[in-house]
């Protein structure tokens, strides 16, 4: 198997709120925006994200809740750009004995975006 690309897939209430948070606190754009989803993607290869609109018809389904890990550089200048922006931040900016930088962002349906950092661990 050859993956060549990944694509993450949420299903969510607030299309626009989703969409918004991602293009504005992430740096996504839109490549398809209809009203029954939205597909977004990175010029630096990240995974794709697609938001669909849930049918608010149907019951809403029991899922595990939604986590997307974004492994970047510069965290503790993303973290202040994220916080002068307003981002919902629900866990600060907070470094881990095992050289792990890590920050979470909560978007408007729930979605929990984790930014992390790799550096040499405390006293290496």
């Known amino acids: 198997m050859n993956i ?6 949420f299903t969510v209430d607030d ?3 989703s969409r918004r948070f991602f293009t ?3 740096g996504f754009g839109e490549v398809l925006d209809t009203p029954s ?3 977004l993607s990175r010029a630096d290869g990240a995974a794709d994200i697609l938001l669909r609109q849930r049918d608010l018809e149907l019951p809403r389904e029991r899922a595990a809740q ?3 890990a974004f492994a970047v550089t510069d965290l ?3 973290s202040e ?3 002068a922006e307003g981002a919902r931040i629900t866990t600060q900016l907070r470094r881990d004995a095992w050289g792990e930088w890590l920050m979470r962002l909560t978007d408007p349906n729930g979605i ?3 930014l992390t950092e790799w550096l040499p661990p405390s006293g290496a």
């Not at 060549?4 to 897939?9: I, L, R, W």
């Open 112 to 114: 929990i975006v984790e």
């Open 4 to 9: 060549v690309t990944s694509t993450v897939v």
């Open 81 to 83: 750009r994220l916080q």
């Open 37 to 39: 989803f939205t597909w």
């Open 66 to 68: 939604p986590v997307v």
């Open 24 to 26: 504005t606190h992430l």
């Open 15 to 17: 299309l626009a709120g």
């Open 76 to 78: 503790a200048k993303e």
